[in-house]
């Protein structure tokens, strides 16, 4: 499935391209991407009502899982724009071990992770 949306995200980033802000640089691109990221987190952030102050509204699944859905483009756009979309699920996985290892305590320097029970 993920290599049907890197397909479907390539295709909408040539759209794109064609129709909008051509970037200054790498760092130009990354950092506006950033910025792009932290909007989209916003969106979901306002469809869980995370003003915790604020009288609770019933909360829309549809409409979290649309603007998560956004932070995830966002993210594997920036992906493909760096080519790294061929590695990053690989590093991905071995950062996922890592951390296992982590909270296990089974890293050097790291063993106030270890958990204080056998569980």
Known sequence: MI???IERQ???KKH???????FRDRRDMIMSFMAYIVGETDEVNRAINYKYWKK???EDE?????ELGDVFLMWLDLII???FEKEIFDVIYEKQLHNI???MGNIEG???YKPSCNC
Do not use: A, F, N, S
């Open 10 to 12: 390539k295709e909408v």
């Open 16 to 22: 794109m391209d064609k129709h909008r802000y051509e």
């Open 81 to 83: 724009r760096l080519g």
């Open 3 to 5: 290599d049907k949306l």
């Open 62 to 66: 549809t409409k979290i899982k649309e």
């Open 110 to 112: 790291r063993e106030d």
């Open 101 to 103: 290892e982590r909270q």
């Open 56 to 58: 609770p509204e019933k």
